[in-house]
T-cell receptor
């Protein structure tokens, strides 16, 4: 089955800095890569996703890049704000499974 | 739409007790899943269903049972609770049109087994 590795487990930045979270996956058949944000005590919610036929996608201050050859995808947050503090999960979904496999999560802390 | 709902929000069980965590969705999603979330372990798949009457095991199925008699409901049963099952449980649903669809999570159930 699919295996998703996520790094780092904790990321601490100053407000206004950029943050990058990296994930790798093992199944070359995976073709959908969502990112979820989970605020403290809340449910995970989708913030951005990318499909295998696209190399990069942006939505305001967040962007995701995908390198299919290396089986690697990353989340980039620019101009971080305290409200970006949360746990972020990457995931990979194979066409045969339809159920995502999640990484272990990154706790992002943005210091004012 | 209420989306995905879960009950109860909190539960304390004694070792050996059984209980059912309820999950319902009103989005007519075919796919439903149960995850447990433990510190540093991410979201681990317990069981999932691709439609009424069809269920399958995920990564950590031991000690849990599921059934799917309707599209809307997907209850998770703990057969004989153990302290290792202390966790936060999330139910999720998604559209069945393909793999590239958002998972909608419920609010979670925080379970403590003493």
């Amino acid at each position: 089955g699919e295996n998703v590795e996520q790094h780092p487990s904790t990321l601490s930045v100053q407000e206004g800095d950029s943050a990058v979270i990296k994930c790798t996956y093992s199944d070359s058949a995976s073709n959908y890569f969502p990112w979820y944000k989970q605020e403290l005590g809340k449910r995970p919610q989708l913030i951005i996703d990318i499909r295998s036929n696209v190399g990069e996608k942006k939505d305001q201050r967040i962007a995701v890049t995908l390198n299919k050859t290396a089986k690697h995808f990353s989340l980039h947050i620019t101009e971080t704000q305290p409200e970006d503090s949360a746990v972020y999960f990457c995931a990979a979904t194979s066409g045969g499974s339809y159920i995502p496999t999640f990484g272990r999560g990154t706790s992002l802390i943005v210091h004012p | 739409n209420a989306g995905v709902t879960q009950t109860p929000k909190f539960q304390v069980l004694k070792t050996g007790q059984s209980m059912t965590l309820q999950c319902a969705q009103d989005m007519n999603h075919e796919y439903m899943s149960w995850y447990r979330q433990d510190p540093g372990m991410g979201l681990r798949l317990i069981h999932y269903s691709v439609g009424a009457g069809i269920t399958d095991q995920g990564e950590v199925p031991n000690g849990y049972n599921v059934s799917r008699s309707t599209t809307e409901d997907f209850p998770l049963r703990l057969l004989s609770a153990a302290p290792s099952q202390t966790s936060v449980y999330f139910c999720a649903s998604s559209y069945s049109g393909g793999p590239g669809y958002e998972q909608y999570f419920g609010p979670g159930t925080r379970l403590t087994v003493t």
